[in-house]
């Protein structure tokens, strides 16, 4: 299949770093809690906060702590984007050599990033590395969103609204990726740079092991 557009996950695909360091997770959190009045907490916050395995961790760790779960969530957001986007414009994250081919590729197809990464920080890694993108979409600072990271097809859903491009493909480094874009209904590609991909199901459309190869895709 030929296809007209390219979506693009943004940890280990397009920035290098499996994801982001839990020390930004853990400096936001803090910050977070002692906005809210929680002093105490800023040494040492709670795992639950700082890398919670879902909304329910958040709202039992927040109605402990006697704080708004919502606010409280959408501040950690804003403060994790704020430290991150400064790390990474000093240099601590940076794009691959084969993003190089992006530029090429946005002559023949409609690209875009889909992350599960904050959106401030998909947005700033878009622009700061200057990728040549029609859509961004991370998640928003909501716990709803928080909800709905990949394999959820939703962030998938809401870039494909938006790309003229009708057979799309994914590019991803996980096979939850890979089954985000099957519940999206497109193709998958899965990147493994050293040639060794990760164990597990689903199986992609595609194995690659660079970004170069994707102009030879059909
Ligand atoms: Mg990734």
């Known amino acids: 299949m030929a296809y007209d557009a390219i979506l693009f996950d943004m940890d280990g695909v397009l920035l290098t770093g499996y994801h982001t360091d839990r020390a930004i997770y853990r400096r936001a959190t803090a910050t977070a809690l002692a906005d809210f ?8 916050p709670p795992p639950a906060l700082v890398d919670p395995d879902s909304v329910t961790d ?8 006697g704080v708004p779960a919502a606010p409280v969530w959408a501040y950690r957001e804003r403060a994790a984007t704020t430290v991150e986007n400064e790390s990474i414009a000093a240099g601590d994250r940076v794009a691959p050599p084969d993003a190089d081919a992006l530029d090429a590729l946005a002559e023949t197809h409609e690209l875009g990033a889909v992350s ?3 959106h401030g920080t998909a947005r700033f890694v878009t622009d700061y590395f200057e990728f040549p ?3 961004v979409r991370g998640r928003f600072p909501t716990l709803a969103e928080y909800g709905n990271r990949k394999p959820d097809p939703t962030y998938l859903e809401w870039a494909l609204d938006r790309l003229d491009g009708e057979d799309v493909l994914f590019v991803g480094d ?16 899965l990147l493994a740079r050293g040639g060794d991909p990760p164990e597990g199901s689903p199986d992609p459309e595609h194995h690659i092991e660079s970004l170069t190869e994707l102009t030879e895709l059909r």
Do not use: K, Q, W, Y
């Open 174 to 189: 996980r096979r939850s990726d890979v089954e985000a874009a099957h519940r999206a209904d497109i193709d998958a590609a």
């Open 116 to 118: 599960n990464n904050r």
């Open 37 to 44: 009045g929680h002093d105490g907490e800023s040494e040492d």
């Open 58 to 65: 958040v709202r039992a760790v927040c109605d402990d702590l």
């Open 133 to 135: 993108m029609s859509v």
